[in-house]
Each structure stands twice: as structure tokens, then as C-alpha cells.
């Protein structure tokens, strides 16, 4: 079974850091490029950023590029998301999802974790 | 980027009756290369964590109830879901899996009389 567990999240003030993981269990990690899809509260999707399975390709979205960045330990079957120069509007449940198929080409996803809550503020 | 226009963004039906959701892309999802339009759907309940429905427009992901049904082409889309029941009071979201950056509809709130 796949699963995917985020952690990381928290409460952080404006401009601080906040480093985000997402542990995956049940495929080949090393196999499937991943990705980060937030939500606001109360609000829609957002995809965030991917990251292919061996790293070599990355994209993120606008809101995003040059603040956060998507890094992956295969050995340790983890995703991460390095998120500094914070602002509220960060503030979001961020998922972790793995597409259908291991291609870099786009796909829809799958699988998608519990999310972890990251709230930026005073 | 390719927008996402949703329609609407919500609805309330009886159970039992047939519901249609919209999305429109800016730029068609229609691959010249297999001729497959590269538009999914998302469930997301309350509380809950995003299910994929469809992808490809209109295959249905294993396990879905034959009632969700997904069709169009190019720009155009539509989400049916026939013979609603008390348990598909959720969101749901289109999104397009043709280019970076991936994109999200803005969401249809369905809810149940």
C-alpha cells in the first residue's frame, strides 16, 4: 500500500524558515518523480514544485521560485521542501503526492498524503 | 501558464439526481501525439485528503463508481456525476497534466438537499 506521511509543519513568523518532509512507504521511491500541492484554508489547489526521481528536473511554480526548494534523499525514501523568506500567504496545508507514472512528463496524481499544516504569522 | 476557469463554483442537488460540473482550459489539453486530452479530476470530502477520479479526461481511476463519468476535448470538460448519493457531498477540482507549471480548476462545492 502506498503511503505517504508529511511532517514538518508548524507555526513561524514572516521571513523565518521551515523545512518540510514527506516519508513514502509501499513503491519505489527512487522510481516516481514527487511533487508539493498545497491549500490554503478554505481555499483551492495549488501545485507547488516537483522533483524528478533522480533530481535532474525540477519546477516550481512562480509563487514559489526562489524562495522554496524540492530535494529528495532516495536512500531515506524522502521528499523535502525547504521553504524560507516565509509570508502569510504561505500559509497552507502542503501535500505531498506521487503521479501514476514515472515519466517526467506531466501526470495527474494518484496518491497524495495527510498534508502538513504550516502557518506564517506574527 | 494554462488557467483553469471552473463552473460553477457551487451547486446544491437531491440525491438521485445527475450533476455537471465545467472546466475550460485556456489552451487545449489535446496531445497531437496520441490524441488523448490531458485534463483529471479530483474528489476532495471534508476533512479529507484529494482523491483522483478520472485522468486522461475521461478514464476512471480503479475503484471509482461507474456514476462518475468524465468527457470533452481540446478545452472543454465536463464532470458528470449521475444518480447523486449523500456521500459525494465534497469539492471537486479539474486539473491539467499537459504542461509545467501543472495547474488546478478553482473548485465546484457539491452539496446535498
Known amino acids: 500500500e502506498v503511503q505517504l506521511v508529511e511532517s514538518g509543519g508548524g507555526l513561524v513568523q514572516p521571513g523565518r524558515s521551515l523545512k518540510l518532509s514527506c516519508v513514502a512507504s509501499?513503491?519505489?521511491?527512487?522510481?516516481?518523480?514527487m511533487n508539493w500541492i498545497r491549500q490554503a484554508p478554505g481555499k483551492g489547489l495549488e501545485w507547488v514544485a516537483y522533483?524528478?526521481?533522480?533530481?535532474?528536473?525540477?519546477y516550481y511554480a512562480e509563487t514559489v521560485k526562489g524562495r522554496f526548494t524540492i530535494s529528495r534523499d532516495n536512500a531515506k525514501n524522502t521528499l523535502y521542501l525547504q521553504m524560507t523568506s516565509l509570508r502569510s500567504e504561505d500559509t497552507a496545508l502542503y501535500y505531498c503526492?506521487?503521479?501514476?507514472?514515472?515519466?517526467?512528463?506531466?501526470?495527474?496524481?494518484?496518491?497524495w498524503g495527510q498534508g502538513t499544516l504550516v502557518t506564517v504569522s506574527s | 501558464d494554462i488557467v483553469m476557469t471552473q463552473s460553477p463554483s457551487s451547486l446544491a442537488v437531491s440525491a438521485g439526481e445527475t450533476v455537471t460540473i465545467n472546466c475550460k482550459s485556456s489552451?487545449?489539453?489535446?496531445?497531437?501525439?496520441?490524441?488523448?486530452?490531458?485534463l483529471a479530476w479530483y474528489q476532495q470530502k471534508p476533512g479529507q485528503s484529494p482523491k483522483l477520479l478520472i485522468y486522461?479526461?475521461?478514464t476512471r481511476e480503479s475503484g471509482v463508481p461507474d456514476r462518475f463519468i468524465g468527457s470533452g476535448s481540446g478545452t472543454d470538460f465536463t464532470l458528470t456525476i449521475s444518480s447523486v448519493q449523500a456521500e459525494d457531498l465534497a469539492d471537486y477540482y479539474c486539473?491539467?497534466?499537459?504542461?509545467?507549471?501543472?495547474?488546478f480548476g478553482s473548485g465546484t462545492k457539491l452539496e446535498i438537499k
Open positions: 522533483i524528478s526521481s533522480g533530481s535532474s528536473y525540477i
Open positions: 486522461l479526461a475521461s
Open positions: 503526492a506521487r503521479p501514476r507514472l514515472t515519466t517526467v512528463a506531466p501526470n495527474w496524481f494518484a496518491y
Open positions: 489552451q487545449s489539453l489535446l496531445s497531437s501525439g496520441n490524441q488523448k486530452n490531458y
Open positions: 486539473q491539467q497534466h499537459y504542461s509545467y507549471p501543472l495547474t
Open positions: 509501499g513503491f519505489t521511491f527512487s522510481n516516481y518523480g
